[in-house]
């Protein structure tokens, strides 16, 4: 009869490596900004990291749990879309590790250089020293490494294939995939339990949630805020409330505008179908869902009343 010795236990727990397929996250924890998640993975010699945090001081604690998880170096950050909240800290995790390649889209890229939507300027008249100086976000871009939509990287013997999606909840999304593990970091593209918010462009998003559940199906998906992971089905969520939204709003637009009484209609009706829904970063459900039929009555062409 086979019988495993306590001895033969020590030694297969003893040569076990980390746990392939570990995923890390940290979720920030600050009062007057909305949480967000960075995740990395453990490759052979090294850790890659996925989005960097918005404010400094929450990319210190970050990174402080980061080196809790393991003492390999950071070799590879990805930083999924341009919005603060995601490379705002870039430079403490490129200050503490020089060597590491910061890898983004072309669109991302000049994005952040440029501060084209003013976020940058908007962050640091916020939170004062607490944000990136534009100066250091420069300098942590300096060697930043431009990726293309269906590119694939060997990172220290991990195959990281990368899909970029276009304008939708922000100007472009670069979903990181490991499909030996079925894993996917995805940003922004899909939201849990708060408003989605078509910063960009509603329609696109839909036919990008669309290609997500195709592409993902059986996917554990990485997500910018909350709990994490989720599955493709909450994609097919996404989809309903977005969907949802733009019938609301088509219905209201047909003389080119939307008056403050018919936001307040499209945000009760939202509201009735998704009464849990949280707000985010210090705006109710009920200022999110308003400014999203705004947002969205905009990119119908409409003249929308504040
Ligand atoms: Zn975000």
Redesign the pocket.
Do not use: E
């Given at each position: 009869m086979f019988k495993l010795t306590i001895a033969a236990l020590l030694a297969i727990s003893t040569s076990t490596p980390a746990l392939a397929g570990q995923v890390y996250s940290y979720a920030s924890q600050v009062n007057d900004v909305d949480s967000?998640n960075s995740h990395w993975i453990e490759t052979e010699s090294g850790v890659i990291l996925v989005d960097a945090q918005r404010i400094l001081p929450e990319a210190e604690r970050a990174l402080q749990h980061l080196q809790a998880t393991t003492s390999k170096p950071i070799i590879a950050i990805f930083v999924t879309h341009p919005?603060t909240?995601?490379y705002g800290g870039l430079p403490v995790w490129t200050e503490a590790y020089p060597a590491a390649k910061v890898y983004m889209t072309a669109t991302a890229l000049r994005s952040i250089r440029e501060d084209s939507r003013g976020y940058n300027a908007a962050r640091a008249k916020r939170h004062g020293e607490r944000f990136a100086a534009q100066s250091a976000l420069d300098a942590a871009l300096a060697n930043a490494i431009i990726v293309q939509d269906g590119q694939s990287l060997d990172i220290d013997g991990t195959r990281v294939t990368l899909q970029e999606f276009g304008p939708s909840e922000a100007e472009t999304t670069l979903a990181v995939s490991l499909e030996n593990n079925e894993q996917v970091f995805i940003?922004?593209l899909i939201n849990v339990g708060v408003p989605a918010v078509p910063f960009e462009s509603l329609e696109n998003w839909l036919g990008q949630l669309a290609e997500i559940e195709r592409l993902y199906a059986s996917f554990e998906i990485y997500q910018?805020?909350g709990p994490a992971p989720i599955t493709a089905d909450e994609a097919n969520e996404q989809r309903t409330f977005l969907t949802k939204l733009r019938d609301l709003v088509a219905a209201r637009i047909a003389d080119e505008s939307l008056s403050v009484a018919e936001q307040d209609e499209i945000v009760f009706a939202l509201e009735a179908e998704w009464p849990f829904y949280d707000g985010v970063a210090g705006n109710t459900r009920r200022e999110m869902l308003a400014f999203d039929a705004g947002i969205v009555a905009e990119q119908m062409g409409a003249k929308v009343d504040r």
């Open positions: 967000v919005h909240d995601h940003g922004d910018g805020h």
